[in-house]
């Protein structure tokens, strides 16, 4: 949606459409934050139960 919004607005008045692109490169680095490994020093089994956690709460 972001991509779309700016090179639709790119095309009406440019500096929407760079607001646009920003929030696509926002959207694309938080996607990387979520799919990243696991840091180092984190238990990942500890990991696994928490995100388990997560998910039953949510559903």
Do not use: H, R, T
Not at 26 to 40: G, T
Not at 41 to 57: F, Y
């Amino acid at each position: 949606m972001w991509l779309v919004m700016g090179f639709i607005f790119q095309e009406l008045f440019f500096p929407i459409g760079i607001v646009g692109f920003c929030g696509c490169l926002y959207y694309l680095f938080k996607a990387y934050e979520i799919v990243s490994p696991i840091k180092d020093g984190v238990d990942p089994a500890a990991e696994l139960v928490k995100v388990d956690k997560e998910i039953e709460d949510n559903a």
